[in-house]
């Protein structure tokens, strides 16, 4: 299948097409000679893009005079695209835990250097992928977790069954359009044990959403997720804790229930064969140091990777960090990133058959 | 073309080499004048159009792409839904364009400056921004549903964001300019003085309506009518921002398919799939066209 797809690739980009395939992926600071260190740095918009911008990229580009760019969304069919044409525009990609894992053979081999002095120090998830791989170094973690509007006047959902109990606790639910995630917790709604998830049963997650899809609103950004809790859509929510937590600390009536939060992690990769490895190895250098993961974490809510960093951040911050000890305590456990990077595929055709009827 | 045909042609004309000559020249001449169209369409259209059937095929070899679209039941629905959105879209469009441009063509010259740029401006906004303005205006405690609280039409929870309403009503409003235009251009040509004549000769306003004036408009609302309806067909962003998961059409399937789980030969096939309804819409329409055309 990638033989085909590489040649189809080559043929456009022979023909000068593969830009307009491809939505042009800003090949223009390839340029002429030197000009072409500048890093591209892809996250998937909003928040989390300013934070990487103001506290990663900027910082960086002034101690190291390497010029970074910063774009958004994420979109994995490019990247892999870009992977496999070996033409990479985009040297640091914020992708999810699963999908590091599922293409780790793409990945450089990082320097030992790197490995071996952060490993000790690093956030462990709750029964979770390890912090360090050959090929990735953890750059932060999160947590799905029920959010609900503190006005709502009934009480709220403390429990993933609860929170699938639309006639003990009536109100819309606002969730991921993405089944990672939302597999898990509507199996642990439906009574299976945490330790009992993997392999997950998606048919049977599966009907258990489509027994509320009447009270469901879909979220499909982080944007979104906060519109729908801003604006009352629903009063309970799936969400990412850091996008709840941003609107509680700016003043809006959400919460966050940490009961049974699930974890997730995030790698730091290199693509293979990026003519900026040295660049991207300084760069993963720079996040790691504990003071720019703790201006990292401030800015955009996901909890640093570095316990140092974690333990220099206030308490009345820290509270809203999934990585802060009593959360992770209330955790039901972590995503298995390896489950996923076998069967993201299934799951999302068989979501998206869902989710489109 | 046609003067230079005619004096070929015409009956007893003398033999003139230099027509012919001027024939060829005007051909060349032709040639030349698409060249600049051609370069554009052949890379960026064309040849992706070719590669994407190509892969459709290939990736694996043969068409168990095409078997799985045709044998999903989610690929059925979403096609099917998109061919019912596309067309509610068109027939609201003419609906609404109708009566405008009767108005922008037969109104006062300040009244058709006024319809035509108010036309204009909604062609400079993106389709984004749009899409994300409905989003606020329908959306719980937004302008619409609290328009219709204040008339007791609603409840205080009421949210129309994420409704197939929504979508509707946001790609009518991207369709109705297209539709305008189209039907505006065909029927200020018409002659107002055919309608003066009817109406002296004692037709009464339904009967020179019916009669004289929608017909004389047919060309221009099936003209309006492909480039709406083809159009909603391919829509992404709209659906995608406005809708729900169960109003997404088949630019979202398509979407899924190529940036979520790598399948790019039943993504391609899609999109061929997609291309092939296009198509045969637009024949159906210029049938349609002719036919309208044959009678006005």
């Known amino acids: 299948m990638s033989v085909t797809r590489r040649s189809f690739l080559q043929a456009g980009l022979a023909l000068g097409v593969a830009p307009v395939v491809l939505g042009a992926c800003g090949t223009s600071e390839g340029g002429a000679g030197g000009a072409a260190k500048t890093i591209t740095m892809v996250t998937w918009g909003g928040s989390t893009q300013t934070g990487i911008k103001d506290t990663i990229a900027a910082p960086f580009q002034r101690q190291t005079g390497i010029p970074v760019r910063v774009t958004a969304p994420v979109d994995y069919g490019k990247y892999l695209a870009q992977i496999k044409s070996g033409e990479l525009t985009w040297d640091w990609v914020d992708v999810e835990g699963w999908f590091a894992v599922a293409h780790s053979d793409d990945w450089e081999i990082l320097p030992a250097s790197i490995t071996s002095t952060t490993a000790s120090s690093l956030v462990q998830l709750p029964g979770g992928p390890k912090a360090v791989e050959p090929w990735g170094i953890e750059n932060g973690s999160y947590s799905f977790a029920i959010a609900y509007r503190t006005d709502h006047g009934d009480p709220h959902p403390k429990s993933w069954r609860e929170f699938f109990d639309t006639s003990a606790l009536p109100g819309k639910r606002s969730i991921y359009n993405y089944p990672y995630g939302m597999l898990e917790v509507a199996l642990l709604a439906d009574g299976v044990p945490f330790g009992e998830l993997y392999p997950l049963d998606i048919d049977r997650a599966i009907r258990k959403l489509n027994s509320v899809r009447g009270d469901l609103v879909f979220w499909n950004s982080g944007a979104e997720l906060q519109q729908q809790l801003q604006s009352g859509a629903a009063p309970f929510a799936f969400a990412w804790n850091n996008r709840a937590a941003a609107l509680a600390q700016s003043g809006q009536p959400v919460a966050l229930e940490w009961a049974q939060n699930l974890q997730d992690i995030g790698y730091d990769v290199i693509p293979k064969n990026n003519p900026r490895k040295a660049e991207l190895i300084s760069l993963i250098n720079f996040r790691a140091a504990p003071e720019n993961q703790v201006a990292y974490a401030l800015a955009t809510g996901y909890s640093p990777a570095s316990t140092v960093a974690m333990s220099k951040i206030s308490a009345d911050r820290a509270k809203w960090f999934n990585a802060y000890p009593p959360n992770l305590e209330q955790a039901v456990g972590s995503i298995n990133l390896d489950w996923w990077a076998k069967n993201f595929d299934t799951a999302t055709s068989k979501w998206n058959a869902w989710a489109n009827a | ?296």
């Open chain 2, 1 to 296: 073309m046609t003067s230079v045909q005619s004096n070929v042609t015409e009956p007893g004309a003398p033999f003139d080499p230099d027509g012919a000559h001027r024939d060829r020249l005007r051909a060349l001449v032709d040639q030349v004048l698409l060249a600049p169209a051609l370069i554009l369409l052949v890379p960026i259209f064309l040849l992706p159009s070719a590669l994407m059937l190509y892969l459709s095929l290939t990736d694996p070899v043969g068409v168990s792409h095409y078997a799985a679209v045709l044998s999903s039941g989610t690929a059925r629905a979403v096609i099917l839904r998109s061919l019912a959105i596309s067309l509610e879209v068109t027939v609201i469009s003419v609906i609404v364009a109708v009566p405008y441009a009767y108005l922008s063509v037969r109104g006062s010259r300040r009244l058709r400056a006024l319809l035509l740029a108010a036309v204009g401006c909604t062609l400079f906004f993106s389709v984004i921004v749009r899409a994300y303005a409905w989003l606020a205006l329908f959306a719980k405690g937004g302008v619409v549903p609290a328009t219709l609280r204040v008339l007791h039409l609603a409840g205080p929870d009421l949210n129309l964001a994420h409704t197939r309403l929504a979508v509707i009503v946001a790609m009518v409003q991207y369709g109705v300019p297209y539709m305008v235009l189209s039907i505006y251009d065909s029927f200020r040509r018409v002659d107002v003085r055919v309608e003066q004549a009817a109406a002296i000769c004692g037709a009464g306003a339904i009967l020179r309506w019916r009669t004289i004036t929608l017909p004389q408009m047919l060309p221009g609302i099936a003209a309006g009518s492909v480039i709406v309806f083809v159009t909603s067909l391919g829509y992404y962003i709209i659906p995608a921002v406005v809708g729900s998961p169960s109003d997404s059409m088949i630019g979202q399937l398509i979407s899924q398919q190529i940036s979520l789980t790598d399948n790019w030969g039943l993504g391609s096939a899609l999109a061929c799939v997609l291309m092939l309804v296009s198509v045969l819409a637009f024949i159906i329409f210029r049938r349609v066209n002719n036919w309208a055309g044959g009678r006005a």
